[in-house]
């Protein structure tokens, strides 16, 4: 689902900031399945869909469930869109 992902911390934050760009393929498939089609070749259609609601909880909730299948998180990492 993952096409590039950066993650930036800074010694002096208590947190990371990661920028993670979608697969548009798979994020079609994915959208598809909560109701919404676009196109992948169209960036824009592409740029559209991120911005659904519909969408970001499904691309949320398909990357949990795969963290979880690999042994969660540690206790003091949180999750936040």
């Given at each position: 689902m993952v096409a590039q992902v950066y993650i930036h911390g800074d010694s002096l934050q208590d947190h990371l900031l990661a920028v993670v760009v979608p697969d548009p393929v798979v994020l079609s498939i994915l959208a598809g399945e909560v109701g919404y089609?676009?196109?992948?070749?169209?960036?824009?259609?592409?740029?559209?869909?991120?911005?659904?609601?519909?969408?970001?909880?499904?691309?949320?909730?398909?990357?949990?469930?795969?963290?979880?299948?690999?042994?969660?998180?540690?206790?003091?990492?949180?999750t936040e869109t």
């Amino acid at each position: 689902m993952v096409a590039q992902v950066y993650i930036h911390g800074d010694s002096l934050q208590d947190h990371l900031l990661a920028v993670v760009v979608p697969d548009p393929v798979v994020l079609s498939i994915l959208a598809g399945e909560v109701g919404y089609k676009f196109d992948p070749a169209a960036f824009p259609a592409v740029a559209t869909a991120i911005k659904d609601e519909r969408v970001q909880k499904a691309v949320l909730e398909s990357m949990s469930s795969q963290v979880k299948r690999v042994g969660g998180l540690k206790g003091w990492v949180k999750t936040e869109t």
